[in-house]
């Protein structure tokens, strides 16, 4: 495909359109304007003919996958292919998909003489997480005369993954705190079981191993250590309720991100990091474990999670955990309870997980939900009313709290502004007082 350049309109402007003004005025300098129109239109008659050669051999390459963070800017790099190693410039455009921003639609490169490729870098900024493809790029390149614009469109493959964005200054500090020399002191003195030792005054008695003591005919004593790897399990909740804005982000949002940074502060703390994503199914699960191959395959499996208009099936994926989690472990769900139904259903639920393992709810703290006198702004009926209403849900939160101490179920109500920290929070608390 070829198109005016703008070499071309000039040269028209300048010659053809005086040249037909003659033969219209001046019958004598008709046959010289003729032959300036013929030798015109001759000119770009051949130059269109040559224009084939102006993206002959070329070939652009992009990587095949290539890993961005939401709302971070990003490159990629374009590297064309030029076998004959001559000097031409070159107009590259790649048409950005929906949910990925760039600045620059096209980006013109001045391909070097001798040289066999050019590399050059196309920014972008991902808006939303998921995977993103390019099958196909632009070229455009004069042709030898410059007359025409010769065009193609080259066959790409690239795969953009785009992940949560964990950049942000408290939640590093949070991944940080309680790992290296900050680490904090464990309380306690350990459940894991480490070796028997001769009793020595001050012994409590239920640090005697009775069954020893009677074969050895003395007392002996049970020692402990404090156990050092354990298995933290982040369950995402993807139904209808997920899809709430909390400031700029969505509840999912806000909890995939949260999901990583507990699998990082894990992996520097030594613990075991899984995960589990659900609604009315499962929809995705990763067995604990550790390593930056292992928290790049949790990255992998909730990047392209989103919300479903559906309600949350507590039952099975508390079935699910049961059959499939052989060790006790700690089990934060990320969800919304301050539907009453929804509530039910996890209180029922979570019964059959708190026999074994250490069950926690952490969900956003509504915005309205608060005692009733806990706010002064108040103008009209409107606002009575509103703040009736927060505080009715205050009230069923509590109860919920309660209701759910009594299976030894935690309910965590966070700030979503420092969502992923708290839970690191949260996190680091349970870890220091041993209560797996």
Known sequence: MIVPSTRMIWTVAAIGFPAAILVALSPAARPYAETAIAGLAVMLCIDAAMSDRALAGLRVELPELARFFKDRDGRIPVRVQNPGGAARPLRVGIAAPDGIDSSFEDQRVNLPVGADAAEFAWPCTPRRRGRYRIQECSLEAP????????RRREPVSIEIRVYPNLRRDDDLKAVLRGSGSHARRQVGRGREFEKLREYTPGDSLDELHWKASARRGR???????????????IIVDTSRLSGRWFGEDTALERALSASLLVGAAAQR???????????DQVE?????GNGKAHYSACRDAIYQLQTRPVSPDFDEIATFLRLRLR?????VFLTSLDDPVIAENFVRASRLLSR????????????????????SDVESTGDIYRHLAGHLSW???????????????????LDPKNFGSAIVGLYDEIKQRQLL
């Open 284 to 288: 995705t699960f990763a067995s604990a």
């Open 269 to 279: 703390r030594g613990d075991l990091f899984g995960l589990a994503a659900f609604a």
């Open 143 to 150: 042709s030898p005369l410059g007359m025409w614009e010769a």
């Open 356 to 375: 074994r393992h250490l069950v926690v709810a952490a969900m956003l703290r509504p915005p309205e939900a608060q005692p009733l006198f806990h706010d």
């Open 395 to 413: 009230t069923h939160l509590r109860e919920l709290e309660a209701a759910l101490s009594r299976d030894g179920v935690r309910l965590a109500l």
């Open 327 to 331: 060790r006790r472990a700690l089990l």
């Open 219 to 233: 007392p002996i004593t049970k020692v402990f250590q404090v156990e050092r790897t354990q298995e933290v399990y």
